[in-house]
């Protein structure tokens, strides 16, 4: 098996309607004629341009505890964007910016860490786009942008290892470890999470 790194977002349940219209307005507009109707719990509706286990038929969550979409995003070049293009990725368009997909969002309404909180799992699908998650700037900043734009509460990089993840955002950048120094164990993770609502 590949490597399969992934940046794993947190936040209020309610929030991931916001972070998934954030995520489909990075998409590729080439893949507007590819969506899927979700209904999210709550009732809440929303039509993506993505798809889920590749098909476009409606998917209802509203008593699920999961939720998996097969996205593109649209990245700003940088250089470790460009290396990888030039290596058999795809090429960038004329707005600088470069498609990359299938990445895989896998969505928990209680996420791992904390039962209150949703994850946004973003998986890599293969192992140069997984060494490119951990090589370019642009990649992570998208991906902290999305937790900060949908009111985040923490973005987490992952290798999928064992080894410690690193700390990308936690209500600004970073580059702390889960576990580390500052973060020896969940708790110590999930009280440093800025929401007002604790």
Same mark, same amino acid.
């Given at each position: 098996?590949?490597?399969?790194?992934?940046?794993?977002?947190?936040?209020?349940?309610?929030?991931?309607?916001?972070?998934?219209?954030?995520?489909?307005?990075?998409?590729?507009?080439?893949? @507007?004629?590819?969506?899927?109707? $979700?209904?999210?719990?709550?009732?809440?509706? %929303?039509?993506?341009?993505?798809?889920?286990?590749?098909?476009?038929?409606?998917?209802?969550?509203?008593?699920?505890?999961?939720?998996?979409?097969d996205t593109?995003?649209?990245?700003?070049?940088?250089?470790?964007?460009?290396?990888?293009? %030039?290596?058999?990725?795809?090429?960038?368009?004329?707005?600088?910016?470069?498609?990359?997909?299938?990445?895989? @969002?896998?969505?928990?309404?209680?996420?791992?860490?904390?039962?209150?909180?949703?994850?946004?799992?973003?998986?890599?699908?293969?192992?140069?786009?997984?060494? %490119?998650?951990?090589?370019?700037?642009? $990649?992570?900043? %998208?991906?902290?942008?999305?937790?900060?734009?949908?009111?985040?509460?923490?973005?987490?990089?992952?290798?999928g290892d064992? @080894?410690?993840?690193?700390?990308?955002?936690?209500?600004?950048?970073?580059?702390?470890?889960?576990?580390?120094?500052?973060?020896?164990?969940?708790?110590?993770l999930v009280?440093?999470?800025?929401?007002?609502?604790?």
């Amino acid at each position: 098996m590949g490597l399969t790194y992934s940046y794993d977002i947190y936040l209020r349940p309610r929030s991931v309607a916001t972070l998934l219209t954030a995520m489909a307005e990075r998409a590729p507009t080439a893949r @507007a004629g590819r969506s899927v109707e $979700v209904t999210l719990p709550g009732g809440e509706r %929303l039509v993506l341009p993505f798809t889920s286990a590749f098909e476009s038929d409606p998917v209802d969550c509203s008593t699920s505890g999961t939720l998996d979409l097969d996205t593109s995003l649209l990245f700003d070049l940088d250089d470790a964007l460009r290396e990888y293009a %030039l290596t058999g990725g795809p090429r960038p368009g004329a707005d600088g910016r470069i498609q990359i997909g299938y990445i895989y @969002a896998t969505i928990r309404f209680a996420s791992r860490l904390h039962p209150d909180y949703a994850s946004v799992e973003c998986c890599a699908a293969t192992s140069d786009m997984s060494r %490119l998650f951990a090589r370019s700037a642009s $990649v992570r900043k %998208l991906f902290t942008d999305l937790t900060a734009d949908a009111g985040g509460v923490c973005c987490l990089f992952d290798t999928g290892d064992g @080894a410690p993840e690193q700390v990308c955002w936690l209500g600004e950048p970073t580059r702390d470890t889960f576990p580390g120094p500052r973060f020896p164990d969940r708790r110590a993770l999930v009280t440093a999470w800025s929401d007002p609502e604790r």
